[in-house]
Structure formats: C-alpha cells, structure tokens
C-alpha cells in the first residue's frame, strides 16, 4: 500500500505548482458548495433551476477539480503537476476557441482566460524545469 506524506514545497517551482495546486482546489470546493453559483459565473445558467445543474457542478466540475488538485499535491511529482497544468492548458485552449469560432469575446471569458493560462504556465514551467 503507497504510504502518502505532506512533502512541504521547498523551492521556487515547488511553491508555484503547489499553489496552483490549491487554487484548483479551491475552485473545486466552491463549485462543490454553490454548484449555481459557480456555473452562474461560469455562464452556465440554463440548467440553474434544474436538481442536474447543481449535480453537474457538484460533480463534474467540482470532482475533478479537487481530485486532480489534491493528488498533485499529495503525490508532489514534477509528472503529476504536468498533467495539472496540461488539464488547465486544454481548457484555456478551449476558451480560445470558443471566442475564434463562436464570437465568444467577453469581459468574463477574457478573464476566465487569464485564470486558466496562470493555472497551466504554473505547473507547467515547474514540471518542465524553467522553475
């Protein structure tokens, strides 16, 4: 049986991944609490009456956002805030996307940019040694 420890971040790039880590935490956690809320910030108000909305939020997007954030910080490898940071990467592509295909640009998206590539540079640069 794998024998998990806290390893407190020592260096630089450590203290950037795992606070990235925790942000991707935090996130999920509040998507797990205020499910409407999230995906009202989120632009996502369609489903907001409906008992699936909250259920999506709760465990769609909260899930596996403190899933992932909790095991890069419990497994603290270089590899494993990789796939943190490519996970944040992909959706900041997504949202490129969106705003090129679908006029999507907002305020609200430009900012959710922002969040996401700051998310997918911090690990990233950590895993693949800039940091």
Same mark, same amino acid.
């Given at each position: ?47 907001? /009456?409906?008992?699936? /909305? ?74 693949? /040694?800039?940091?």
């Amino acid at each position: 049986m794998p024998q998990f420890e806290f390893y407190f971040p020592i260096t630089q790039g450590e203290w950037v991944a795992f606070l990235a880590a925790c942000a991707t935490i935090a996130i999920g956690v509040l998507a797990l609490l205020f499910p409407r809320l999230a995906l009202n910030a989120l632009g996502l108000t369609g489903a907001s /009456g409906r008992s699936e /909305g909250g259920a999506t939020g709760r465990a769609t997007v909260a899930g596996f956002l403190i899933g992932v954030g909790a095991m890069a910080i419990m497994l603290a490898q270089p590899l494993v805030y990789m796939a943190l940071g490519a996970g944040w990467l992909v959706t900041a592509a997504g949202r490129i996307v969106s705003v090129a295909l679908d006029r999507g640009f907002t305020l609200r998206n430009g900012m959710l940019l922002i969040v996401e590539a700051v998310l997918a540079a911090a690990p990233l640069a950590y895993g693949l /040694g800039y940091l």
